[in-house]
């Protein structure tokens, strides 16, 4: 019997494996999300809250200055002291220039405004006795010295408007009254040497 040759073993076959290539990472593809819109927290309805008021400062309270009120315009404004002392002074000036009946309007004037100044009040008697009206100088001068007892001048320029007047009485004893107080006052020794050869003579 022929021998069989052994048959060569059949080499494995093995599958040549084509080289695959390799996969590609797979990306997968996001599709492009939607941006998240901003989530606001939905809060209840609340009652609104009133704004807040701007805080000022507090000033300490400052006293409001008080309106003066504006007289109409009929109206005499008010006069103070210093009109008063403007128009003696200017009397007495005009007195001195000689114009009388200027420093009468002046006097008369300043009397109206206060007719307890002794000045106004007495320089209205003296443009008086000047202007050769004795009557009213006397009236004035009285009143002028009972405004101010101190101020012999008055009584001096009375004494004066009493003696014209005829009343050397009453001028006599207005001056003894000043030498008492003022023994070396002229005006009234001279008014009184007068008025006595006066009273001597009736």
């Known amino acids: 019997m022929a021998k069989s040759e052994p048959k060569p073993e059949p080499k494995p076959t093995v599958a040549k494996s ?20 901003p989530t606001v927290a939905k809060s209840e309805p609340k009652a609104a809250k009133p704004e807040p008021k701007p805080t000022v400062a507090k000033s300490e309270p400052k006293s409001e200055p ?12 008010a006069k103070g002291p210093s009109e008063v002392a403007s128009l003696v002074s200017l009397g007495k000036q005009k ?10 309007a002046s006097f008369k ?5 206060d007719g307890k100044n002794a000045d106004a009040v ?21 009143q002028a010295a009972k405004l101010s007892p101190r101020k012999l001048s008055y009584q001096e320029m009375l004494a004066q408007a009493q003696f014209k007047l005829g009343r050397y009485k009453e001028a006599a004893e207005t001056c003894r009254k000043i030498l008492k107080e ?13 008025a006595e050869k006066k009273l001597d003579d009736m």
């Open 95 to 104: 007195l001195d220039d000689g114009d009388v009946d200027a420093a009468i």
């Open 66 to 77: 008080k309106l003066e009120l504006k007289p109409p315009v009929d109206a005499a404004p």
């Open 122 to 142: 007495a320089g209205l008697g003296e443009a008086s006795f000047e202007h050769g009206n004795f009557d009213a100088a006397a009236k004035y001068l009285a």
């Open 182 to 194: 003022s023994p070396g006052s002229g005006r009234a020794k001279q008014t009184l040497e007068q």
């Open 109 to 113: 004037r300043a009397v109206q405004l």
């Open 18 to 37: 084509e080289p695959k290539p390799e996969p590609k990472p797979t990306v997968a593809k996001s599709e492009p999300k939607p941006e998240p819109k």
